[in-house]
């Protein structure tokens, strides 16, 4: 497998309209807003998409138009971890069977696995899909971190390709990274992806990628060029507005945000809150501040 998953991509939200079903057509747009952005792919059904507010067949249906709206355009990687292994391999064989290039997962939450058992939880999702992995490591939200213990054995098998790396530990990604050259390093927390860069990252699958692609562009072609000042200045705009929107409740308002650039995904499903008035002005006031509204 030879696949290259290095780049910048937005871990798409799922569009809902008012009465809380998903909006097709908004899906549509957003497709083609992020390709425009100048993105190298799509993470499909991850966090920021509300994964395990969705059932099983709206997740079919948001991978299927994604795969088809992108139509080859850029890579897509869809996110099929779910709490148990079968319901993980229908999701991971049916995004196979729509196209996509790789899938992705958390480890299985809620109860407590063992190692061997987690490990088995990959192996039947690479092995009964016939499908590359993204192994999608975020202890904050699972208690389990892919990156210490002998559950890192797990990257050296050839169908694992990537590593999204959600966690603030860059001496792990580092060292992860340094024992398994082949591997692709993303990072996962947007307001560490130039820290993420400097130890190894090759590339970023964030929530606030959908509606400023381009400063995230711009953080890894100025690195990568050794304009390290530039950088971090971009990094310290980027920084400013996830700090605005964590407080805020992020998820919304990447949603909100995505309205502001003319796409209306709606609002999260419960028990996410609404944004505030006062948190939408917060939000509008700092992506203007920082150009990435008019």
């Known amino acids: 497998m030879s696949i290259d998953f290095s780049g910048i991509y937005p871990a798409l939200p799922t569009p809902m309209k008012a009465g809380g079903e998903i909006n097709l057509e908004a899906l549509k747009k957003l497709v083609d807003f992020e390709i425009d952005q100048g993105v190298n792919g799509l993470y499909v059904g991850g966090s920021t998409a509300e994964s395990f507010l969705l059932t099983e067949d709206e997740r079919k249906k948001i991978a299927e138009i994604v795969l088809n709206q992108s139509a080859g355009r850029v890579k897509v990687i869809v996110h099929t971890g779910c709490g148990g292994t079968d319901a993980a391999v229908r999701l991971s064989k049916h995004a196979k069977e729509n196209g996509a290039d790789a899938i992705s997962s958390v480890p299985p939450i809620y109860f407590k696995y063992t190692t061997e058992e987690i490990i088995a939880y990959y ?64 990072n996962g927390y947007d307001e560490a992806f130039l820290s993420g860069l400097s130890m190894g990252a090759k590339g970023m699958i964030g929530s606030t990628v959908n509606f400023m692609a381009p400063k995230f562009i711009a953080i890894k072609k100025a690195f990568e060029s050794g304009q390290n000042l530039e950088a971090f200045r971009i990094q310290g705009q980027v920084n400013e507005i996830v700090e605005t929107m964590v407080e805020a409740g992020v998820f919304n308002a990447v949603k909100y945000a995505m309205k502001l650039q003319g796409i209306d995904c709606g609002i999260c499903r419960g028990p996410f809150k609404p944004l505030t008035d006062h948190d939408k002005k917060r939000v509008k006031d700092v992506l203007q501040k920082n150009l990435v509204i008019a």
Request: net charge negative; proline share 8%.
């Open 123 to 186: 192996l039947d999702l690479m092995e009964l899909s016939d499908m590359p992995l993204v192994v999608y490591n975020i202890p904050a939200f699972t208690g389990i971190n892919m990156t210490q213990g002998p559950i890192k054995e797990l990257f050296k098998h050839p169908r694992v390709l990537a590593l999204k790396h959600t966690n603030t530990n860059m001496y792990e990604l580092e060292r992860v990274l340094s024992h398994n050259p082949s591997l692709i390093g993303l």
